[in-house]
């Protein structure tokens, strides 16, 4: 029983184009995140969501909008997808005050932009 | 800027034998230090966390060792199994709870055990 599950694994579009990315965590956390790594394999946050809550918003462009509709749910969409989006996209959860058992990532998202 | 560091790309270790994997931060204000382990094609896997106030948390067979003043950290895995071939990212953040630790995750180094 998959605990961070996102859809689509992989995803191949066209520039220009607006996609999604559904993440859904069954763990009863109160805290899912939008991580980015790129083609130098660093992982970088882009959102954090407390309760439904934007916390996080780091220097993302504003094509890339999150959406929190229930505290189990954090999808991401983007419009007007470019060449420079293409990278692995990570969901994960945590329990919000809880730092020391760090953070349940799911399997990725492997988004190319042709 | 690069505010944690793993210097290591990869290391190769015999099975039984002690790896260790090195980590190197300059943001002082991290107060909160973390190993992930990942495979290929899933996502990274929390392995064991250090708070700022201690300098040593054990496992298992992994021990993290934490030198504030050196502002390094090390992951020591014994004795390596041919599972524990991945890609180990160090993290780390400031105090924080609720969603609002920023983590910088350093680039990772790629632990090969030889069996």
């Known amino acids: 029983d998959t605990a961070v599950s996102q859809t689509p694994k992989y995803l191949v579009t066209q520039m220009g184009n607006d996609k999604s990315i559904k993440c859904e965590q069954n763990?009863?956390?109160?805290?899912m995140y939008w991580y980015k790594q790129d083609s130098k394999k660093f992982l970088k946050i882009m959102f954090s969501?407390?309760?439904?809550?934007?916390?996080i918003n780091e220097t993302v462009p504003n094509r890339f909008s999150p959406k929190s509709p229930d505290k189990a749910h954090l999808n991401l969409h983007i419009n007007s997808l470019e060449l420079g989006d293409s990278a692995v996209y990570f969901c994960?959860?945590?329990?919000?005050?809880?730092?020391?058992?760090?953070?349940?990532f799911g399997s990725g998202t492997r988004l190319t932009v042709v | 800027d690069q505010q944690v560091k793993q210097n290591s790309p990869s290391l190769s270790v015999q099975e039984g034998r002690i790896s260790i994997l090195n980590c190197d931060y300059t943001?002082?204000?991290?107060?909160?230090f973390l190993w992930y382990k990942k495979y290929p094609a899933e996502g990274p896997t929390f392995l064991i966390s250090?708070?700022?106030i201690k300098d040593k948390n054990e496992d298992g067979r992994f021990t993290v060792f934490l030198n504030k003043s050196a502002k390094h950290l090390s992951l020591h895995i014994v004795p390596s199994q041919p599972g524990d071939s991945a890609v180990y990212f160090c993290a780390a953040h400031p105090w924080g709870g609720g969603g609002y630790q920023k983590v910088t995750f350093g680039i990772g180094t790629k632990l090969q055990v030889i069996p």
């Open positions: 943001n002082s204000m991290f107060d909160y």
């Open positions: 763990l009863g956390h109160d805290t």
């Open positions: 969501y407390n309760n439904k809550e934007l916390i």
């Open positions: 250090i708070s700022s």
């Open positions: 994960a959860s945590s329990q919000g005050t809880r730092t020391d058992y760090g953070y349940t």
